[in-house]
Each structure stands twice: as C-alpha cells, then as structure tokens.
C-alpha cells in the first residue's frame, strides 16, 4: 500500500499542502538546546524560529511518535525533562503518530479490500495522527490499552492536548515513569530476541530465503489480528490462504508496518553484530513514520539501513541525517 501524497483539510477548512516532518531524538534534544541556550546555539535558534512560522501558518507538522515520548519520559532530571518537553509540545501541537494497532487495522484493511474489489471509504488523510497522546500507543476504545477511558477524559485531553500532553510527560511520579518505561522496553526486547533467534536458526540462508522465513514467521505471529481484519471486511479467515497463499504474502509486502519491519530487520541481521533494544526503538519509528512523513531526519545507520533497503523511494519519503537540511524547505 503506497502512499499518495495529498493535502488535508486543516481545522479552517482550508486545503492545504503540509510538510510532515520527523525527528528522532537527538534532534529534538538540539532544537530544546536552542530554546534553553540561544546565544550558545545561533544556527539551531535560528532554525527553530523559521520552524515556528511555519508552524503557525500550517505548512509544516512535527508529530511525535511513541518512541519520542518515551525517550522524554525516561528522562530523570526533571528540569531537562521539562525543557525537552516543551519543546516537544509546541512544535508537535500534541500531535502523535497511532499506535501498531490502529495502523496495522487501517493498512491491512486497504490491502485485503483491494485485493478483493471491496468497497473502502476514503480515509481522512491525517487519519494517522492522533491529538489524544496514549493513541501513540493504542487507541483509547482498544481493550488492548489495559483500562476504559471514559469519554470525559477523552474530551478533557482533546480540550487542551498540549497542556495534557505535558502534564504527562513532566509530572508523573518516579515510580509511574520507572513502570512505564520497563514496559516499553520489555516490548522492544521480546522484538530484539526474536530477531536475534531468527539470525541464529537461519543467517546461513541467502537473502531471498530469509525474506521467505521472516514473511512467514510474521504472518504466524500477526494471523490473528490479520483474520479479525479481514472478519471485519465481511471476508472468512480461510481467505488468508486463497490462491496458494498468495493473498497473505500480498498483504506482508503492501502493508507498511510489516513490510518495513522486514526489510529493515533483515539488514540488521546482516551487520552480524549484536542487537541492541534501541535498535528495536529505532526501527519501530520507521516503521511508523516512513510511510507518512516527508521528511525523515534521523541518525545515520537507520537512514542508511531504510535507504539500502529502498524504503524512501518505495514511500516517497526523504531521509537526512542533518537537522539543517530543514533551511531546504523553509
């Protein structure tokens, strides 16, 4: 499923052409170092202040991903938390990429509708991002999320995303922040094991074999949300084995998620050198953001990863590695 670029409706009305821009972590730690320290940071600052003009007549949008969120809520010094994440909350307007889940129901959904000539209403295209900030996670009617969030709380959080979004991020309790992030990261360790073993049983394949192996295997892990997908489009679970098994291979290369987590797990086996959980952080971004980005900037190994794969041509996506590639489009 490729992306087609357009422009969205903003809260005016008004069509617009918006660049969606993300940026890993260390990114936003340099333009937090140009709010804090302007006179220290003369390029950055003035980076950041054409940023906001942009900004401010709806030209660019910086949302942030759950991999983003975590990094700031780790953080343990509460006055470098704090700055990173105003920094975060102005340019991103609260704005957050959805989680896996949501993602993966919207882009097999198009997938498996396409394949079988079944109606499928136009989506809104911001229809991935989310002003509702656990939505970086799961949506807030997934049992998945744990607990029922009451409408209320939905209304109060979307009444001022941003003054929610860092509430959260600079108040919680030690103990709440420790809590979360072992979560996150027992998450991407489960990730970076099973990788691991694949590499184990099977690196002495040749590439086109692995690649069989990984679809395979990730079709095994993912069946049961790829069945209640297609239960939902009105299509039996058995269509998953229509045309000899072509219809779910169709589906682990045109959905997103799955198809960039392939691609990019299968380099990183190939380094041949040990796998680190932020690896698995690093690779769950693009796996969320490639596909509706513009503009990429991140570290230099994962955009080198995603560009050796042909992941920016695939989704029409440019990937840097230099925050000041930004003066290009401002």
Known sequence: M???RCSWTSATGVLRNVKIVYLDQNKWIDLARAVKSPKAHPVLRELLEAICEKIKTDELLFPLSASNLYETYKINRAEQRFDL????????QALV?????R???TEVGAVLAHLYGLPWSDLEPRWFLSDVFFEATVDQNDPRLGVVVPPRIVDFIQSDPEAALLDYLVSASDAERIEAVRRFSNGCDEL???IEDRRARHGDQP???RRKIYSVLMAIEQQDVIIAIAERLGLPWTCLGDKGGAILREIIRETPAFFIEREISLKL???GRPIANNDMQDMRSFCTVLPYADLVIAENQFTNLAKQAGLDKRYGTQLETDILCLREIL
């Open 192 to 194: 970076r094991l099973r």
């Open 269 to 271: 086996e190939a380094q």
């Open 2 to 4: 490729r992306r087609d």
């Open 207 to 209: 590439m086109s074999m």
């Open 103 to 105: 993602r993966l129901e």
């Open 85 to 92: 994440a105003m920094t975060q909350v102005a340019l991103s």
């Open 97 to 101: 990429y959805r989680g896996l889940h």
